[in-house]
């Protein structure tokens, strides 16, 4: 089964949306293993909410945790411990793509990192960016974490007003191809989601 992780630069980058454009542009399976912040929409809801094919299965959380917070502080607010071992990839015959909680460093428990599961679980990565101060620095730090585990990452989304120059600094460093772009939007429907996954190089 063919494994897609959807991570960020960092948090609130826009993973969910383009977690459901490649979910639709691929037809494929999504799963969120663990969402914080449980309370508020979930991201398993906003992507289903988002898709217009009818192939795609949506595989239920393996945490809901209420705290809106790190996986691993939210886990502890809960008194529990998540282990990556612990947690049962669905079994699909489609592609999955697997939606991140935060970035690359967020911690999972006391020895474990979100990219650890990527390593574990054999996927390959699309990274989201979004053009802020900053950002550039946040970009190439997650690409070169990457590059240091051996890790796939298929390519890079930008998410926001387009930056042509922070682009140009991070493909300078950081050879991997651009997706997709994501304009700003007021709101997301299936319409955009799937004008969106049509134009996304996957």
């Known amino acids: 089964m063919r494994k897609i992780f959807i991570t960020g630069i960092g948090t609130g980058v826009g ?42 299965k949506i595989h239920p959380e393996a945490y809901c945790l209420p705290l809106p917070a790190s996986p691993f502080a939210a886990a502890e ?22 939606e991140g909680a935060g970035g690359l460093m967020v911690p999972i428990n006391e020895k474990e990192l979100m990219i650890d599961m990527i390593e574990q679980w054999d996927a390959e990565v699309i990274l989201v960016s979004q053009n802020y101060l900053g950002s550039i620095n946040h970009t190439m730090l997650s690409c070169m974490a990457l590059k240091n585990r051996g890790l796939k990452l298929l390519g890079i989304v930008y998410n926001g007003e387009d930056k042509l120059m922070a682009e140009r600094s991070i493909l300078s460093f950081c050879d991997y191809p651009v997706i997709g772009r994501i304009k700003p939007e007021n709101n997301f429907t299936p319409e955009k989601v799937s004008a969106y996954a049509k134009k996304f190089l996957l």
């Open 77 to 98: 607010e809960q008194g529990i411990t998540i282990e990556i071992k612990n947690i049962s990839i669905p079994q699909a015959d489609n592609i999955l793509v697997i």
């Open 15 to 56: 993973k969910t949306i383009v977690s459901a454009i490649v979910t639709e542009a691929l037809q494929a399976d999504y799963w969120k293993p663990i969402q914080t912040g449980s309370g508020e929409d979930r991201d398993s809801e906003t992507v289903m909410n988002l898709l217009s094919n009818t192939k795609t």
